[in-house]
């Protein structure tokens, strides 16, 4: 069982920033990735951006389409913590962001069904 937390959002007006920040406890894995998803009143949960941890492979990323170019996930100085900044936000970013892992994945994945742990979320409202 992996344990995340997240923090950082808040309400905010169009066109301001946001960073996100998602810490990680408990078991531990060799390779995985980590990603951030979500989730507006009345839609589905969605696929934000993702990147990916392990030894012997370059660290990627993936991005949704609506927020390339606007958002950049990055790790931080420990493996335990990855953030999520968020540039020129919009009122249709509005949702509830959360922070998901992958064990043993090796590629930043989009896929929903890969994570198997999930934080509890922070809501972000961006308001016009």
């Known amino acids: 069982q992996v344990q995340l937390v997240e923090s950082g959002g808040g309400l905010v007006q169009a066109g301001d920033s946001l960073r996100l920040s998602c810490v990680a406890s408990?078991?531990?894995?060799?390779?995985?990735?980590m990603g951030w998803f979500r989730q507006a009143p009345g839609k589905e949960r969605e696929f934000v951006a993702a990147i990916n941890w392990s030894t012997w492979r370059d660290t990627s990323t993936a991005y949704a389409d609506s927020i390339k170019g606007r958002f950049t996930i990055s790790k931080g100085d420990n493996e335990n913590t990855v953030y999520l900044q968020m540039n020129n936000l919009k009122p249709e970013d509005t949702a509830v962001y959360y922070c998901a892992i992958a064990p043993r994945v090796l590629t930043a994945s989009s896929l929903f069904n890969q994570y198997t742990d999930w934080g509890r979320g922070t809501q972000v409202t961006v308001s016009a």
């Open positions: 408990g078991r531990r894995f060799s390779w995985y990735a």
